[in-house]
Protein backbone atom coordinates (compact mmCIF):
# COMPACT_ATOMS: atom_id res chain seq x y z
CA UNK A 1 0.00 0.00 0.00
CA UNK A 2 1.34 3.96 -0.98
CA UNK A 3 0.12 5.56 2.32
CA UNK A 4 1.56 8.84 0.35
CA UNK A 5 -0.95 8.56 -2.09
CA UNK A 6 -3.55 7.00 -0.09
CA UNK A 7 -2.95 10.46 2.61
CA UNK A 8 -3.52 12.39 -0.71
CA UNK A 9 -6.31 10.91 -2.09
CA UNK A 10 -8.57 11.11 1.35
CA UNK A 11 -7.32 15.01 1.66
CA UNK A 12 -8.84 15.29 -1.68
CA UNK A 13 -11.72 14.02 -1.03
CA UNK A 14 -12.36 14.99 2.26
CA UNK A 15 -12.89 18.48 1.19
CA UNK A 16 -8.73 19.28 1.29
CA UNK A 17 -6.63 20.34 4.17
CA UNK A 18 -8.83 23.84 4.72
CA UNK A 19 -11.88 21.81 5.30
CA UNK A 20 -10.52 20.01 7.92
CA UNK A 21 -10.61 21.24 11.80
CA UNK A 22 -9.02 18.38 13.74
CA UNK A 23 -8.07 14.95 12.99
CA UNK A 24 -6.84 12.04 15.49
CA UNK A 25 -6.61 8.51 14.97
CA UNK A 26 -7.22 5.05 17.00
CA UNK A 27 -6.34 1.98 16.34
CA UNK A 28 -7.94 1.68 12.89
CA UNK A 29 -9.88 5.00 11.97
CA UNK A 30 -8.77 8.48 10.82
CA UNK A 31 -11.18 10.70 12.94
CA UNK A 32 -12.16 13.66 11.17
CA UNK A 33 -13.52 16.90 12.72
CA UNK A 34 -14.73 18.83 9.32
CA UNK A 35 -16.13 21.96 8.95
CA UNK A 36 -18.46 21.33 6.50
CA UNK A 37 -19.54 17.01 6.13
CA UNK A 38 -20.81 18.18 2.92
CA UNK A 39 -17.59 18.77 1.32
CA UNK A 40 -16.41 15.22 1.88
CA UNK A 41 -16.93 12.94 -1.10
CA UNK A 42 -18.31 9.69 0.54
CA UNK A 43 -18.73 7.66 -2.17
CA UNK A 44 -15.19 8.42 -3.79
CA UNK A 45 -13.52 7.73 -0.43
CA UNK A 46 -15.17 4.43 0.33
CA UNK A 47 -14.32 3.46 -3.03
CA UNK A 48 -10.33 4.70 -2.44
CA UNK A 49 -7.73 1.37 -2.26
CA UNK A 50 -6.79 1.35 1.48
CA UNK A 51 -10.01 2.51 2.88
CA UNK A 52 -12.77 0.04 4.31
CA UNK A 53 -15.36 2.33 5.08
CA UNK A 54 -16.81 5.53 5.94
CA UNK A 55 -19.07 6.09 9.01
CA UNK A 56 -20.04 9.50 10.58
CA UNK A 57 -20.88 8.98 13.92
CA UNK A 58 -20.64 11.37 17.64
CA UNK A 59 -19.80 14.41 15.44
CA UNK A 60 -16.52 12.71 13.39
CA UNK A 61 -16.30 11.81 10.24
CA UNK A 62 -14.73 8.52 10.40
CA UNK A 63 -12.48 6.73 7.72
CA UNK A 64 -12.08 3.03 8.16
CA UNK A 65 -8.50 1.97 7.44
CA UNK A 66 -7.30 -0.67 9.66
CA UNK A 67 -3.68 -1.47 11.04
CA UNK A 68 -2.19 0.59 8.57
CA UNK A 69 -4.19 3.57 10.23
CA UNK A 70 -0.78 5.00 11.88
CA UNK A 71 0.97 5.35 8.90
CA UNK A 72 -1.67 6.76 7.03
CA UNK A 73 -2.77 9.15 9.04
CA UNK A 74 1.67 10.32 9.04
CA UNK A 75 1.43 10.83 5.69
CA UNK A 76 -1.65 12.96 5.90
CA UNK A 77 0.00 15.07 8.21
CA UNK A 78 3.15 15.07 6.93
CA UNK A 79 1.28 16.83 3.83
CA UNK A 80 -0.49 19.14 6.04
CA UNK A 81 0.46 22.14 7.84
CA UNK A 82 -2.45 23.39 10.14
CA UNK A 83 -4.37 20.09 10.64
CA UNK A 84 -1.87 18.95 13.51
CA UNK A 85 -2.58 20.87 16.41
CA UNK A 86 -6.08 20.66 15.59
CA UNK A 87 -6.36 24.67 15.87
CA UNK A 88 -8.02 27.17 13.30
CA UNK A 89 -7.85 30.60 13.25
CA UNK A 90 -10.82 30.98 10.97
CA UNK A 91 -14.61 31.52 12.33
CA UNK A 92 -16.84 28.81 14.20
CA UNK A 93 -19.55 27.08 11.98
CA UNK A 94 -22.23 26.59 13.07
CA UNK A 95 -22.59 23.43 14.61
CA UNK A 96 -26.18 21.67 14.36
CA UNK A 97 -25.78 18.35 16.03
CA UNK A 98 -27.48 16.92 18.78
CA UNK A 99 -26.06 17.36 21.94
CA UNK A 100 -25.20 13.87 22.50
CA UNK A 101 -23.06 13.76 19.32
CA UNK A 102 -21.71 16.71 20.26
CA UNK A 103 -20.31 15.18 23.72
CA UNK A 104 -19.10 11.71 22.63
CA UNK A 105 -17.17 14.20 19.81
CA UNK A 106 -15.53 16.02 22.97
CA UNK A 107 -14.75 12.69 24.88
CA UNK A 108 -13.41 10.99 21.50
CA UNK A 109 -10.96 13.80 20.78
CA UNK A 110 -9.64 14.19 24.44
CA UNK A 111 -8.75 10.24 25.27
CA UNK A 112 -8.16 9.20 21.95
CA UNK A 113 -4.60 10.66 21.94
CA UNK A 114 -3.59 10.03 25.58
CA UNK A 115 -4.66 5.88 24.84
CA UNK A 116 -1.19 5.11 24.10
CA UNK A 117 0.81 6.74 27.67
CA UNK A 118 -2.08 5.51 29.37
CA UNK A 119 -1.95 1.56 28.05
CA UNK A 120 2.06 1.68 28.37
CA UNK A 121 2.27 2.71 31.64
CA UNK A 122 -0.79 -0.05 32.61
CA UNK A 123 1.34 -2.77 30.98
CA UNK A 124 4.41 -2.22 32.83
CA UNK A 125 2.26 -2.02 36.02
CA UNK A 126 0.81 -5.58 34.74
CA UNK A 127 4.88 -7.15 34.26
CA UNK A 128 5.83 -5.24 37.55
CA UNK A 129 2.84 -7.35 39.43
CA UNK A 130 3.41 -10.27 37.50
CA UNK A 131 7.71 -9.94 39.25
CA UNK A 132 6.13 -10.01 42.13
CA UNK A 133 3.67 -12.39 42.52
CA UNK A 134 6.15 -14.84 41.43
CA UNK A 135 8.98 -14.01 43.47
CA UNK A 136 11.55 -12.25 40.83
CA UNK A 137 11.49 -8.72 42.16
CA UNK A 138 10.90 -7.57 45.89
CA UNK A 139 8.42 -4.46 46.37
CA UNK A 140 11.31 -2.90 48.26
CA UNK A 141 14.14 -3.51 45.58
CA UNK A 142 15.41 -0.66 44.20
CA UNK A 143 14.67 -2.11 41.07
CA UNK A 144 10.79 -2.32 41.71
CA UNK A 145 11.04 1.11 42.38
CA UNK A 146 12.44 2.58 39.73
CA UNK A 147 10.04 0.40 37.42
CA UNK A 148 7.16 1.62 39.46
CA UNK A 149 7.74 5.06 39.74
CA UNK A 150 8.09 4.69 35.59
CA UNK A 151 4.63 3.17 35.08
CA UNK A 152 2.53 5.76 37.54
CA UNK A 153 3.78 8.05 35.70
CA UNK A 154 1.21 8.44 33.19
CA UNK A 155 -1.24 8.25 35.89
CA UNK A 156 -0.04 10.42 38.13
CA UNK A 157 0.50 13.00 35.16
CA UNK A 158 -2.63 11.98 33.39
CA UNK A 159 -3.95 15.91 34.46
CA UNK A 160 -1.26 17.24 32.26
CA UNK A 161 -1.75 14.78 28.86
CA UNK A 162 -5.23 15.67 29.61
CA UNK A 163 -4.72 19.55 29.29
CA UNK A 164 -2.80 19.06 26.00
CA UNK A 165 -5.46 16.86 24.08
CA UNK A 166 -8.12 19.29 26.05
CA UNK A 167 -6.10 21.87 24.52
CA UNK A 168 -6.37 20.62 21.30
CA UNK A 169 -9.70 19.49 21.35
CA UNK A 170 -11.37 22.97 22.94
CA UNK A 171 -8.43 24.73 20.61
CA UNK A 172 -6.92 26.97 23.22
CA UNK A 173 -3.26 27.31 23.47
CA UNK A 174 -1.56 24.05 24.38
CA UNK A 175 1.50 25.28 26.72
CA UNK A 176 -0.72 27.38 28.96
CA UNK A 177 -2.98 24.23 29.04
CA UNK A 178 -0.45 22.27 30.25
CA UNK A 179 0.77 25.28 32.59
CA UNK A 180 -2.27 24.80 34.65
CA UNK A 181 -2.09 20.94 34.73
CA UNK A 182 1.27 21.95 36.33
CA UNK A 183 -0.54 24.20 39.17
CA UNK A 184 -2.67 21.52 39.88
CA UNK A 185 -0.04 19.05 40.64
CA UNK A 186 2.88 21.30 42.21
CA UNK A 187 4.42 19.91 44.81
CA UNK A 188 3.94 23.00 47.02
CA UNK A 189 0.61 22.84 46.29
CA UNK A 190 0.18 19.27 47.30
CA UNK A 191 2.29 19.85 50.38
CA UNK A 192 0.03 22.67 51.39
CA UNK A 193 -3.01 19.89 50.53
CA UNK A 194 -0.94 17.72 52.94
CA UNK A 195 -0.84 19.91 55.84
CA UNK A 196 -4.44 21.38 55.89
CA UNK A 197 -5.71 17.93 56.00
CA UNK A 198 -3.96 17.10 58.88
CA UNK A 199 -3.84 20.57 60.59
CA UNK A 200 -7.41 21.17 59.55
CA UNK A 201 -6.01 25.02 58.33
CA UNK A 202 -7.69 26.04 55.11
CA UNK A 203 -5.94 27.42 52.48
CA UNK A 204 -6.78 30.66 51.35
CA UNK A 205 -5.74 32.61 47.84
CA UNK A 206 -6.71 36.41 48.64
CA UNK A 207 -9.41 35.29 50.85
CA UNK A 208 -10.76 33.14 48.62
CA UNK A 209 -10.98 29.33 50.20
CA UNK A 210 -8.93 26.41 48.17
CA UNK A 211 -10.49 23.17 48.94
CA UNK A 212 -7.91 20.81 50.44
CA UNK A 213 -8.14 17.94 47.38
CA UNK A 214 -5.21 16.46 45.43
CA UNK A 215 -5.67 16.20 41.62
CA UNK A 216 -3.25 13.59 40.67
CA UNK A 217 -4.83 10.87 38.16
CA UNK A 218 -7.89 12.91 38.14
CA UNK A 219 -9.39 13.34 34.51
CA UNK A 220 -12.79 15.68 35.10
CA UNK A 221 -10.99 18.88 37.02
CA UNK A 222 -8.44 19.50 34.25
CA UNK A 223 -11.06 19.11 31.47
CA UNK A 224 -13.53 21.62 32.81
CA UNK A 225 -10.32 23.80 33.39
CA UNK A 226 -9.56 23.94 30.08
CA UNK A 227 -12.83 24.07 28.55
CA UNK A 228 -13.10 27.30 31.00
CA UNK A 229 -9.83 28.52 29.71
CA UNK A 230 -11.13 28.31 25.86
CA UNK A 231 -13.06 30.94 26.74
CA UNK A 232 -10.90 33.22 28.71
CA UNK A 233 -7.93 33.20 25.98
CA UNK A 234 -9.86 34.61 23.34
CA UNK A 235 -11.26 37.34 25.96
CA UNK A 236 -7.75 37.62 27.08
CA UNK A 237 -7.08 38.31 23.37
CA UNK A 238 -9.02 41.29 23.00
CA UNK A 239 -8.26 43.06 25.98
CA UNK A 240 -4.39 43.22 25.96
CA UNK A 241 -3.24 46.38 24.17
CA UNK A 242 -1.60 45.55 20.76
CA UNK A 243 2.16 46.80 22.29
CA UNK A 244 1.87 44.23 24.83
CA UNK A 245 0.05 41.62 23.86
CA UNK A 246 2.56 39.29 24.16
CA UNK A 247 3.01 39.32 27.61
CA UNK A 248 -0.11 40.45 28.88
CA UNK A 249 -2.67 37.58 26.90
CA UNK A 250 -0.92 34.66 28.76
CA UNK A 251 -0.83 36.60 32.31
CA UNK A 252 -4.30 37.59 32.31
CA UNK A 253 -5.61 33.65 30.68
CA UNK A 254 -3.43 31.87 34.05
CA UNK A 255 -3.75 34.56 36.40
CA UNK A 256 -8.08 33.74 36.11
CA UNK A 257 -8.11 30.45 34.73
CA UNK A 258 -5.59 29.24 37.87
CA UNK A 259 -7.60 30.99 40.18
CA UNK A 260 -10.90 29.72 38.92
CA UNK A 261 -9.16 25.92 38.82
CA UNK A 262 -7.71 25.80 42.37
CA UNK A 263 -10.93 27.73 43.90
CA UNK A 264 -14.01 26.19 41.88
CA UNK A 265 -13.51 23.79 38.70
CA UNK A 266 -10.69 22.13 40.06
CA UNK A 267 -12.96 20.98 43.61
CA UNK A 268 -16.28 20.74 41.34
CA UNK A 269 -14.69 18.26 38.95
CA UNK A 270 -13.16 16.50 41.95
CA UNK A 271 -16.50 15.75 43.29
CA UNK A 272 -18.08 14.78 39.66
CA UNK A 273 -15.72 12.19 39.28
CA UNK A 274 -16.28 10.87 43.33
CA UNK A 275 -19.93 10.66 42.67
CA UNK A 276 -18.86 8.94 39.24
CA UNK A 277 -16.96 6.52 41.39
CA UNK A 278 -18.82 6.13 44.19
CA UNK A 279 -22.04 5.38 42.02
CA UNK A 280 -20.53 2.19 39.96
CA UNK A 281 -19.55 1.02 43.41
CA UNK A 282 -22.69 1.37 44.36
CA UNK A 283 -23.48 -0.71 40.94
CA UNK A 284 -21.21 -2.99 41.63
CA UNK A 285 -22.39 -4.17 45.63
CA UNK A 286 -25.95 -4.41 44.18
CA UNK A 287 -25.89 -5.75 39.96
CA UNK A 288 -22.32 -6.14 38.95
CA UNK A 289 -23.14 -8.66 36.71
CA UNK A 290 -25.64 -5.89 34.46
CA UNK A 291 -23.27 -3.39 32.82
CA UNK A 292 -20.70 -6.32 31.83
CA UNK A 293 -23.19 -8.03 30.17
CA UNK A 294 -24.64 -5.29 28.36
CA UNK A 295 -21.22 -4.40 27.37
CA UNK A 296 -20.12 -7.27 26.10
CA UNK A 297 -22.81 -8.13 24.25
CA UNK A 298 -23.53 -4.32 22.90
CA UNK A 299 -19.69 -3.33 22.26
CA UNK A 300 -20.18 -4.35 18.86
CA UNK A 301 -23.03 -1.94 18.01
CA UNK A 302 -20.88 0.67 19.72
CA UNK A 303 -17.95 0.02 18.35
CA UNK A 304 -19.47 -0.15 14.85
CA UNK A 305 -21.13 3.27 15.07
CA UNK A 306 -17.71 4.60 16.60
CA UNK A 307 -19.32 5.57 20.05
CA UNK A 308 -17.50 2.87 21.99
CA UNK A 309 -14.68 5.64 23.15
CA UNK A 310 -17.78 7.34 24.90
CA UNK A 311 -17.40 4.60 27.28
CA UNK A 312 -13.31 4.44 27.80
CA UNK A 313 -13.30 7.62 30.15
CA UNK A 314 -15.71 5.50 32.49
CA UNK A 315 -13.37 2.78 33.04
CA UNK A 316 -10.12 5.16 33.27
CA UNK A 317 -11.73 7.49 35.26
CA UNK A 318 -13.35 4.05 37.55
CA UNK A 319 -9.10 3.21 37.78
CA UNK A 320 -8.29 6.59 38.91
CA UNK A 321 -10.60 6.82 41.74
CA UNK A 322 -10.84 3.51 43.21
CA UNK A 323 -7.83 1.77 41.77
CA UNK A 324 -9.34 -1.01 39.24
CA UNK A 325 -12.23 -0.85 36.90
CA UNK A 326 -14.77 -3.70 37.47
CA UNK A 327 -17.12 -2.37 34.64
CA UNK A 328 -15.91 -1.12 31.49
CA UNK A 329 -13.08 -3.30 30.66
CA UNK A 330 -13.99 -6.91 31.53
CA UNK A 331 -17.09 -5.94 29.49
CA UNK A 332 -15.37 -5.19 26.17
CA UNK A 333 -12.79 -8.05 26.74
CA UNK A 334 -15.43 -10.29 26.63
CA UNK A 335 -16.89 -8.52 23.45
CA UNK A 336 -13.33 -8.58 21.81
CA UNK A 337 -12.78 -11.85 22.10
CA UNK A 338 -16.26 -13.11 21.45
CA UNK A 339 -16.04 -11.22 17.79
CA UNK A 340 -12.56 -12.87 17.08
CA UNK A 341 -14.06 -16.33 17.75
CA UNK A 342 -16.92 -15.73 15.45
CA UNK A 343 -14.81 -15.18 12.90
CA UNK A 344 -12.36 -17.54 13.56
CA UNK A 345 -15.60 -19.80 12.81
CA UNK A 346 -16.11 -18.61 9.58
CA UNK A 347 -12.56 -19.10 8.65
CA UNK A 348 -12.57 -22.61 9.80
CA UNK A 349 -16.53 -23.42 8.32
CA UNK A 350 -16.20 -21.56 5.36
CA UNK A 351 -15.48 -23.15 1.95
CA UNK A 352 -15.05 -20.31 0.54
CA UNK A 353 -11.27 -19.39 -0.20
CA UNK A 354 -11.81 -15.84 -0.05
CA UNK A 355 -14.23 -15.75 3.01
CA UNK A 356 -11.46 -18.43 4.91
CA UNK A 357 -8.60 -15.84 4.25
CA UNK A 358 -10.37 -13.08 5.28
CA UNK A 359 -12.26 -14.45 8.49
CA UNK A 360 -8.89 -15.77 9.63
CA UNK A 361 -6.34 -13.22 9.84
CA UNK A 362 -9.36 -10.65 10.84
CA UNK A 363 -10.40 -13.10 14.02
CA UNK A 364 -6.63 -13.53 15.07
CA UNK A 365 -6.73 -9.57 15.11
CA UNK A 366 -9.72 -9.06 17.19
CA UNK A 367 -8.32 -11.80 19.84
CA UNK A 368 -5.80 -9.15 20.14
CA UNK A 369 -8.36 -5.87 20.72
CA UNK A 370 -8.40 -4.71 17.73
CA UNK A 371 -12.24 -5.71 15.98
CA UNK A 372 -13.14 -3.50 13.34
CA UNK A 373 -11.42 -6.10 10.16
CA UNK A 374 -13.45 -8.46 11.46
CA UNK A 375 -16.71 -6.87 12.24
CA UNK A 376 -17.08 -5.16 9.36
CA UNK A 377 -15.06 -7.59 7.10
CA UNK A 378 -16.88 -10.41 8.34
CA UNK A 379 -19.25 -10.45 10.98
CA UNK A 380 -21.50 -7.56 10.50
CA UNK A 381 -21.50 -8.46 6.79
CA UNK A 382 -22.95 -12.26 7.35
CA UNK A 383 -24.88 -11.26 10.51
CA UNK A 384 -25.14 -14.94 11.48
CA UNK A 385 -21.24 -14.52 13.29
CA UNK A 386 -22.36 -11.04 14.77
CA UNK A 387 -25.43 -12.68 16.52
CA UNK A 388 -23.15 -15.67 17.81
CA UNK A 389 -20.85 -12.39 18.94
CA UNK A 390 -23.23 -10.49 20.59
CA UNK A 391 -24.63 -13.88 22.20
CA UNK A 392 -20.89 -15.01 23.47
CA UNK A 393 -19.73 -11.96 24.76
CA UNK A 394 -22.77 -11.21 27.06
CA UNK A 395 -22.26 -14.85 28.81
CA UNK A 396 -18.94 -13.96 29.59
CA UNK A 397 -19.73 -10.29 30.50
CA UNK A 398 -22.55 -11.93 32.85
CA UNK A 399 -19.72 -14.75 34.38
CA UNK A 400 -16.52 -11.61 34.92
CA UNK A 401 -19.84 -9.31 36.13
CA UNK A 402 -20.87 -11.99 39.00
CA UNK A 403 -17.32 -13.23 39.68
CA UNK A 404 -15.89 -9.51 40.41
CA UNK A 405 -13.40 -9.34 38.11
CA UNK A 406 -11.09 -6.61 38.33
CA UNK A 407 -9.06 -4.47 35.54
CA UNK A 408 -5.93 -2.35 36.86
CA UNK A 409 -4.33 -0.69 34.10
CA UNK A 410 -6.16 -0.46 30.84
CA UNK A 411 -5.06 -1.08 27.67
CA UNK A 412 -6.95 -2.40 24.50
CA UNK A 413 -9.12 -5.25 25.54
CA UNK A 414 -7.85 -8.12 24.66
CA UNK A 415 -5.86 -11.86 24.92
CA UNK A 416 -2.53 -9.50 24.90
CA UNK A 417 -3.97 -7.49 27.78
CA UNK A 418 -4.77 -9.97 29.91
CA UNK A 419 -2.15 -8.91 32.44
CA UNK A 420 -3.41 -5.85 32.86
CA UNK A 421 -6.16 -7.87 35.01
CA UNK A 422 -2.70 -8.62 37.76
CA UNK A 423 -3.88 -6.53 41.04
CA UNK A 424 -4.23 -7.04 44.88
CA UNK A 425 -1.25 -8.69 45.37
CA UNK A 426 -2.87 -11.86 43.73
CA UNK A 427 -3.77 -13.91 40.61
CA UNK A 428 -7.38 -14.33 40.81
CA UNK A 429 -8.65 -11.13 38.86
CA UNK A 430 -5.94 -12.77 36.09
CA UNK A 431 -7.88 -16.68 36.30
CA UNK A 432 -11.09 -15.24 36.15
CA UNK A 433 -10.86 -13.16 33.58
CA UNK A 434 -8.81 -15.52 31.32
CA UNK A 435 -11.52 -18.03 32.47
CA UNK A 436 -14.04 -15.02 31.01
CA UNK A 437 -12.43 -14.70 27.89
CA UNK A 438 -12.19 -18.81 27.27
CA UNK A 439 -16.11 -18.58 27.84
CA UNK A 440 -16.47 -15.99 25.18
CA UNK A 441 -14.34 -17.88 23.03
CA UNK A 442 -15.83 -21.24 23.31
CA UNK A 443 -19.96 -20.47 23.25
CA UNK A 444 -19.02 -17.91 20.32
CA UNK A 445 -17.30 -20.24 18.40
CA UNK A 446 -19.46 -23.18 18.47
CA UNK A 447 -22.85 -21.04 17.68
CA UNK A 448 -21.40 -19.69 14.66
CA UNK A 449 -20.48 -22.93 13.62
CA UNK A 450 -23.60 -23.74 14.35
CA UNK A 451 -25.64 -21.30 12.41
CA UNK A 452 -22.97 -19.65 10.10
CA UNK A 453 -23.33 -20.99 6.28
CA UNK A 454 -21.64 -19.58 2.95
CA UNK A 455 -23.62 -17.08 1.22
CA UNK A 456 -25.28 -18.94 -1.81
CA UNK A 457 -24.27 -18.08 -5.16
CA UNK A 458 -26.23 -19.26 -7.66
CA UNK A 459 -24.55 -21.44 -10.79
CA UNK A 460 -24.51 -19.93 -14.16
CA UNK A 461 -26.93 -22.97 -15.22
CA UNK A 462 -29.27 -21.77 -12.60
CA UNK A 463 -29.38 -18.32 -13.59
CA UNK A 464 -29.60 -19.56 -17.05
CA UNK A 465 -33.15 -21.13 -16.48
CA UNK A 466 -34.26 -18.08 -14.10
CA UNK A 467 -36.14 -15.82 -16.60
CA UNK A 468 -34.87 -12.28 -15.94
CA UNK A 469 -37.79 -9.72 -15.86
CA UNK A 470 -38.10 -6.86 -18.10
CA UNK A 471 -38.44 -3.70 -16.57
CA UNK A 472 -41.38 -1.37 -17.20
CA UNK A 473 -41.40 2.26 -16.04
CA UNK A 474 -44.37 1.59 -13.32
CA UNK A 475 -42.12 -0.94 -11.49
CA UNK A 476 -38.32 0.20 -12.12
CA UNK A 477 -38.41 0.96 -8.36
CA UNK A 478 -38.36 -2.81 -7.06
CA UNK A 479 -35.86 -4.23 -9.41
CA UNK A 480 -33.34 -2.82 -12.12
CA UNK A 481 -31.41 -4.46 -14.80
CA UNK A 482 -27.44 -3.45 -15.12
CA UNK A 483 -26.18 -4.71 -18.71
CA UNK A 484 -22.13 -5.56 -19.26
CA UNK A 485 -19.89 -2.32 -19.81
CA UNK A 486 -17.53 -4.57 -21.10
CA UNK A 487 -16.89 -7.60 -23.92
CA UNK A 488 -15.04 -10.21 -21.93
CA UNK A 489 -16.13 -12.96 -19.12
CA UNK A 490 -17.87 -12.46 -16.54
CA UNK A 491 -16.55 -13.76 -13.20
CA UNK A 492 -17.43 -13.80 -9.39
CA UNK A 493 -15.67 -10.88 -7.45
CA UNK A 494 -14.11 -13.56 -5.38
CA UNK A 495 -11.73 -13.75 -8.02
CA UNK A 496 -10.35 -10.27 -8.03
CA UNK A 497 -6.93 -9.97 -6.60
CA UNK A 498 -8.28 -7.14 -3.92
CA UNK A 499 -9.74 -7.89 -0.72
CA UNK A 500 -11.61 -4.51 -0.85
CA UNK A 501 -13.69 -6.24 -3.99
CA UNK A 502 -13.68 -9.72 -3.39
CA UNK A 503 -14.49 -9.60 0.08
CA UNK A 504 -17.85 -7.28 -0.96
CA UNK A 505 -16.60 -4.98 1.33
CA UNK A 506 -17.29 -1.73 -1.62
CA UNK A 507 -20.45 -3.88 -2.23
CA UNK A 508 -22.25 -6.88 -4.32
CA UNK A 509 -21.79 -7.21 -8.16
CA UNK A 510 -19.44 -8.52 -10.49
CA UNK A 511 -16.17 -8.65 -12.51
CA UNK A 512 -15.61 -8.58 -15.77
CA UNK A 513 -11.55 -10.00 -17.19
CA UNK A 514 -11.96 -7.66 -20.12
CA UNK A 515 -11.02 -8.63 -24.38
CA UNK A 516 -11.83 -5.24 -25.59
CA UNK A 517 -10.85 -1.59 -24.13
CA UNK A 518 -13.76 0.15 -23.89
CA UNK A 519 -16.22 0.64 -21.40
CA UNK A 520 -20.00 1.68 -21.98
CA UNK A 521 -22.74 2.68 -19.74
CA UNK A 522 -24.61 -0.06 -18.18
CA UNK A 523 -27.49 1.59 -17.49
CA UNK A 524 -29.15 5.40 -17.58
CA UNK A 525 -28.24 7.99 -15.33
CA UNK A 526 -25.84 10.67 -14.13
CA UNK A 527 -22.01 10.41 -13.52
CA UNK A 528 -21.46 10.48 -9.73
CA UNK A 529 -17.67 10.36 -9.82
CA UNK A 530 -14.59 10.69 -11.82
CA UNK A 531 -11.26 10.50 -10.72
CA UNK A 532 -7.63 12.56 -11.67
CA UNK A 533 -6.51 8.88 -12.97
CA UNK A 534 -9.83 8.14 -15.09
CA UNK A 535 -9.51 4.39 -14.13
CA UNK A 536 -12.67 4.24 -12.74
CA UNK A 537 -16.01 6.04 -12.97
CA UNK A 538 -19.11 6.16 -10.70
CA UNK A 539 -22.57 5.98 -12.02
CA UNK A 540 -26.22 6.54 -10.30
CA UNK A 541 -29.13 5.41 -12.29
CA UNK A 542 -32.54 7.26 -12.21
CA UNK A 543 -33.83 4.66 -9.56
CA UNK A 544 -30.66 4.79 -7.09
CA UNK A 545 -28.31 1.99 -8.16
CA UNK A 546 -25.33 3.08 -7.47
CA UNK A 547 -22.56 1.51 -9.18
CA UNK A 548 -18.56 1.84 -9.38
CA UNK A 549 -16.74 0.64 -12.66
CA UNK A 550 -13.08 -0.22 -11.47
CA UNK A 551 -11.32 -0.73 -14.40
CA UNK A 552 -8.38 -2.89 -12.99
CA UNK A 553 -6.12 -2.99 -9.88
CA UNK A 554 -4.11 -0.84 -8.28
CA UNK A 555 -4.55 0.89 -11.90
CA UNK A 556 -4.66 4.31 -9.92
CA UNK A 557 -1.06 4.27 -9.67
CA UNK A 558 -0.61 4.77 -13.51
CA UNK A 559 -1.84 8.43 -13.11
CA UNK A 560 -3.90 8.12 -16.03
CA UNK A 561 -1.89 6.57 -18.65
CA UNK A 562 -3.57 4.16 -20.86
CA UNK A 563 -6.90 5.73 -19.85
CA UNK A 564 -9.16 8.29 -21.28
CA UNK A 565 -12.32 9.43 -20.11
CA UNK A 566 -15.53 10.18 -22.80
CA UNK A 567 -17.76 11.95 -20.19
CA UNK A 568 -17.09 14.38 -17.32
CA UNK A 569 -18.81 14.47 -13.68
CA UNK A 570 -22.75 15.15 -13.37
CA UNK A 571 -23.25 14.19 -16.92
CA UNK A 572 -26.44 12.54 -17.62
CA UNK A 573 -25.62 9.61 -19.68
CA UNK A 574 -27.93 6.96 -21.39
CA UNK A 575 -27.30 3.22 -21.29
CA UNK A 576 -24.17 2.15 -24.21
CA UNK A 577 -22.87 6.03 -24.22
CA UNK A 578 -19.06 5.70 -23.98
CA UNK A 579 -17.52 6.52 -20.65
CA UNK A 580 -13.48 4.87 -20.75
CA UNK A 581 -11.45 3.97 -23.41
CA UNK A 582 -8.36 1.63 -22.27
CA UNK A 583 -5.14 0.51 -23.32
CA UNK A 584 -5.71 -2.78 -22.75
CA UNK A 585 -2.10 -4.13 -23.37
CA UNK A 586 -0.29 -0.98 -22.27
CA UNK A 587 -1.85 -1.55 -19.33
CA UNK A 588 -1.29 -5.42 -18.93
CA UNK A 589 2.43 -5.01 -20.02
CA UNK A 590 3.19 -2.38 -17.27
CA UNK A 591 2.41 -5.44 -14.74
CA UNK A 592 -1.08 -4.21 -13.74
CA UNK A 593 -4.27 -7.13 -13.43
CA UNK A 594 -7.19 -5.78 -16.09
CA UNK A 595 -9.78 -7.49 -14.31
CA UNK A 596 -12.99 -4.94 -13.79
CA UNK A 597 -15.13 -5.19 -11.12
CA UNK A 598 -18.78 -3.76 -11.34
CA UNK A 599 -20.11 -2.84 -7.97
CA UNK A 600 -23.43 -1.92 -6.22
CA UNK A 601 -21.90 0.15 -3.85
CA UNK A 602 -25.40 0.77 -1.59
CA UNK A 603 -26.05 -3.40 -1.75
CA UNK A 604 -27.65 -2.96 1.43
CA UNK A 605 -30.45 -0.68 0.18
CA UNK A 606 -31.67 -3.76 -1.66
CA UNK A 607 -32.81 -7.26 -1.10
CA UNK A 608 -31.03 -8.83 -3.26
CA UNK A 609 -28.28 -8.61 -6.11
CA UNK A 610 -28.42 -11.59 -8.32
CA UNK A 611 -24.98 -11.85 -10.90
CA UNK A 612 -24.06 -14.13 -13.02
CA UNK A 613 -20.33 -15.78 -13.44
CA UNK A 614 -17.81 -17.63 -15.82
CA UNK A 615 -19.42 -16.70 -18.71
CA UNK A 616 -19.28 -14.98 -22.25
CA UNK A 617 -20.43 -11.52 -22.43
CA UNK A 618 -20.96 -8.70 -24.90
CA UNK A 619 -21.75 -5.09 -24.22
CA UNK A 620 -25.44 -5.11 -23.48
CA UNK A 621 -25.74 -8.87 -22.09
CA UNK A 622 -27.32 -8.65 -18.62
CA UNK A 623 -24.76 -9.03 -15.73
CA UNK A 624 -26.79 -7.97 -12.54
CA UNK A 625 -30.13 -7.87 -11.70
CA UNK A 626 -30.56 -5.35 -9.10
CA UNK A 627 -33.85 -5.95 -6.95
CA UNK A 628 -35.30 -3.85 -4.05
Same mark, same amino acid.
Given at each position: ??????????????????????????????????????????????? #?????? %??????????????????????????????????????????????????????????????????????????????????????????? $?????????????????????????????????????????????????????????????? =???? #?????????????? #???????????????????????????????????????????? +?????????????? *???????????????????????????????? =?????????????????????????????????????????? $?????????????????? *????????????????? +?????????????????????????????????????????????????????? @?????????????????????????????????????????? +??????????????????????????????????????? @????????????????????????????????? =??????????????????????????????? =???????? %? %?? !??????????? !???????????? $????
Amino acid at each position: MNYSDLAKEILENIGGEENVQNLTHCATRLRFNLKDDKKAKTEEIKN #TAGVMG %VTQSGGQYQVIIGSDVGSVHKEIMKQTTSIESGDSNSQEEEDDRKAVAKVIDVITGIFTPILPAITASGMLKAVLSLLVVFNVLSSESQSY $QVINFMADSAFYFLPILLAISSANKFRTNTYLAAMVGGVLLHPAFVQMVNTSNETGEAIRLF =GLPI #TAVSYSSTVVPIIL #TVWFMSYVEPIADRISPKAIKFFSKPLITIAVVGTVALTILGPV +GFYISDLISTGVLA *LESYSSWLVPTLLGALTPLLVATGTHYGIVPI =GINNRMANGYDSIVYPGMLASNVAQGAAALAVGIKSKNAKIK $QLASSAGLTALFGITEPA *LYGVNLRYKTPLYAAMI +GGGVSGLFMGIVGVRNFSGGSPGLLTLPSYIGDDTLRHLTMASIGAAIAIVVTF @VITLIIYKDPVEETVEERATEPVKELKTSDAVNSETVVSPMV +GTAVSLSEVPDEMFSAEILGKGVAIQPTEGIVVAPISGT @VTATFDSQHAVGITSDNGVELLIHVGIDTVQLN =GEGYRYAIEKDQRIEAGDTLIEFDLEAIAAK =GYATITPV %V %VT !NSNDYGDIISV !NQTEVSLGDKII $QVIK
